[in-house]
């Protein structure tokens, strides 16, 4: 498949598209028009970004998109994307530039050298080493998808006083040989930062700041068997110089650790678009499905965010906003709202749009090439759409 591009109002089409639902692409329509109230400095007008959408060609086979490429990691100078397939288990190799499926990469599953069939995390910590984590082991692979390493931690949780009673959680990040991992407590509740150095293997843990806040987004669903079912977002880690940076899609609150964990400082600049989420004591417990799921869908009306991305090139923060659309009515699938944040490397916030045209509910965008590229499954085709920044 080719890249289908619309530029202000002309739309071009591909012979390629045959197949294609037309109504997935309708929607998707670019018209640039203000983005709000013109009398808020903050406020930005979205004329100047070129808005597009590039489709991936799977070369006849399947492409793995049933965890919308959580676990996916991109190389920013080749344009790469690294997609975990964990039903094979698989690396699939997707080029951007040349738009097409490039190769899949199998991994052993059994055996010394396997990886397992469980997993939790895959990220890239350079451009030439892979992580896939399992239940507190780290497989460590090169790019062509060859066992380099296996690191394990569980030896943490029964021998060490602090961690008794922890588990891991989603939420991990690599940094030469330092890990850094959210864990939980089984009995407060209480999430922290684990950061593990695997040649010494010493740890600490950290304290995270207004952890308390991912309830208000969260919810249980407990069954007479005594079945349970937790909804609740993750936690993001990710890197800005030499300061840690952790987040929740549920809330606005960045947690920022500087100077080796000798300060914290909590990010949380002011917007138009959201305001900060009431915080509560409880998880509230369900026993009926239909409530819960009119309960999570009652929640998706507030602002939720993708993982912050640092822009070196610029100095700033970019953080993906969405939250479900007040219009939908008599409409098959829901539509959201989408929001890019600017934030100034002093943590203020620089500027702040809406793309109204934009109606997916996003599950993950990179950063490459002065693009924003979000992630869409395009009727069980792979595809971005594509955000050009050259004017922000």
């Given at each position: 498949m080719l890249e289908r591009e619309k530029f202000n109002k002309s739309i071009a089409?591909?012979?390629?598209?045959?197949?294609?639902?037309?109504?997935?692409?309708?929607?998707?329509?670019?018209?640039?028009i203000s983005c709000g109230d013109q009398s808020s400095n903050s406020t930005q007008r979205i004329e100047n970004f070129k808005i597009d959408t590039l489709f991936i060609d799977s070369n006849d086979e399947i492409i793995f998109l049933r965890d919308n490429l959580t676990f996916s990691h991109l190389l920013k100078d080749s344009l790469i994307i690294y997609n975990l397939n964990s039903g094979l288990p698989a690396i699939e190799k997707i080029n951007l530039n040349k738009r097409r499926l490039e190769e899949i990469i199998p991994l052993e599953k059994e055996g010394p050298k396997g990886v397992g069939d469980w997993h939790i995390g895959f990220i890239g910590v350079n451009d030439s080493l892979l992580v896939l984590e399992g239940d507190n082991t780290f497989y460590f692979l090169n790019l062509h998808g060859e066992f380099l390493e296996k690191v394990?931690?569980?030896?943490?949780?029964?021998?060490?006083?602090?961690?008794?009673?922890?588990?891991?959680?989603?939420?991990?990040?690599?940094?030469?040989r330092i890990i850094y991992k959210i864990v939980q407590d089984w009995v407060s509740e209480e999430f922290s930062l684990l950061v593990y150095n695997i040649d010494e293997d010493t740890h600490k843990l950290i304290e995270i700041p207004l952890w308390q806040l991912v309830k208000s987004g969260s919810l249980i669903v407990e069954y007479p068997n005594g079945g349970k079912i937790i909804s609740m977002k993750g936690f993001s880690i990710s890197k800005i110089h030499q300061s840690i940076m952790i987040s929740n899609g549920s809330y606005s609150q960045i947690v920022v650790y500087q100077k080796n964990f000798k300060e914290t400082k909590i990010v949380n600049p002011p917007s138009k678009f959201y305001s900060d989420v009431e915080m509560i004591q409880e998880v509230p417990v369900f026993y009926s499905q239909d409530e819960a799921y009119a309960v999570l869908g009652e929640l998706e009306n507030r602002m939720h965010f993708l993982p912050p991305i640092w822009d070196e090139s610029s100095n700033k923060m970019l953080r993906w906003g969405y939250k479900k659309s007040s219009k939908n009515k008599d409409v098959e699938v829901l539509e959201y709202d989408n929001y890019l944040f600017v934030i100034d490397s002093a943590f203020n916030m620089e500027k702040e749009y809406h793309f109204p045209q934009i109606r997916i509910k996003p599950h993950k965008n990179f950063l490459a090439d002065n693009k924003i590229y979000l992630y869409n499954n395009f009727d069980d085709e792979l595809g971005f759409i594509r955000v050009w920044l050259d004017k922000l």
């Open positions: 089409f591909s012979p390629f598209l045959e197949g294609l639902k037309i109504v997935s692409f309708l929607y998707l329509l670019t018209f640039f394990r931690i569980e030896h943490l949780f029964f021998f060490v006083e602090e961690l008794n009673g922890k588990n891991t959680s989603s939420g991990i990040f690599i940094s030469g």
